[in-house]
């Protein structure tokens, strides 16, 4: 079940980078799970990753990896988190890195691992090891939708990002595939998430504009309130154009690049939450009139993850109590809900402390029924705006985390 239409698009090659995803019979016989992205020599790549204090195995190996040398190749497996294994887990991310380094010919230390899928079990290297020998035989610049298949779980669908630049007579390209449906409550960014670019930029400006794009996207959705022991978002480089290095945050070049790269993060996002475990519904909770922007994200996220108004937004039924209920128990200080002004799209229901004297129950039905809902909320004490998405509860939410391991 998915929520709107987010259609994977064609995908431009990303000069200096291919990819492509095969078959390990992880989780299910014939089901392509091993993604490899093999990076021209000369790449920049950063990252942003899970603040879970259970981080998977091959996050830890990520962190450590990128802080050594410049990276060559990431492999990704779904279907097995490698999460929660102890000293074994770091074991076997690694050996599938000396693996990829043993015949490619590049450092171990070159190579980024990630997996997703169930926590607590072994990886089984076993069946991943003997597939990547065909994995980096068949990696190719046109392998995106491939890749953004192998890496789902739950996903219903492969999400993906493509749009094209062109600057003094050059054409960049800026690419992005991501999963995840369930366990959403980025605490940096998504489950797994991949933006590429072959413009030139500093490995300082590539990680500052990872972590700016991710709190503009992916540090604002939210579906469960469960924050992944795999989160990993990785942004790269591969400075194949033509063009001189982006080393500054600022000037034209830069705006250019910002700016698409912030749309890839962002779409890539709204596409996960519009595939939520049995979403019906795609949630707009915007923001406004806080005091600063941490007040906000907490009356955004309050409203995002009651179950109470998750469940009413499932049934349609405009039951706009439960709204000022999380409001008020969000935590903010001196709250004046004098102030406060509700909207469910362009219908106002609550204003001067109750409901609005111009507010129906039939206005608020009519907007309920809708897939895609605005949550507006004027907070009426600054200029302090945040908007987080999310999706309603549905009975197949449950089911499906219910069958998760089945």
Sequence with gaps: MAVGEYPFPKMHPVKGLKLTSVSAGIKRVGRKDVVLFSLAEGSNVAGVFTQN??????????KEHLSKAPIRFLVINSGNANACTGEQGIADAKATCAEIAKLSGVKSEQILPFSTGVIGEPLPLHKIIP???EALNAANENGWEDAGTGIMTTDTRAKGFSQ???????TITVNGIAKGA?????????MLGYIATDAKISQAVLQQLSKEAANKSFNRITIDGDTSTNDSCILIATGQVSLPEVTQASGELYEKIREVIIAAHVHLAKAIVSDGEGATKFVTVAVKGGADNNECLAVGYAVAHSPLIKTAL?????????????????????????????HLDEVL???????????????????MKKADIAINIDLGRGVAAETIWTTDLSYEYVKINADYRS
């Design 182 to 190: 369930g366990m959403i409550k980025p605490n940096m960014a998504t």
């Design 314 to 342: 499932f049934a349609s039924d405009p039951n706009w109590g439960r709204i000022v209920a999380a409001i008020g128990y969000a935590g903010v200080k001196n709250l004046d809900v004098n102030k406060i002004r509700v």
């Design 164 to 170: 094209q630049i062109v600057y003094q007579g050059q």
């Design 53 to 62: 204090a259970f981080c998977a195995a091959p996050v830890t190996v990520c």
């Design 349 to 367: 229901i609550v204003e001067n402390g109750g409901r609005a004297k111009t507010y129906t129950e039939e206005q608020g039905q009519v907007v």
């Design 131 to 133: 597939v990547l020998p």
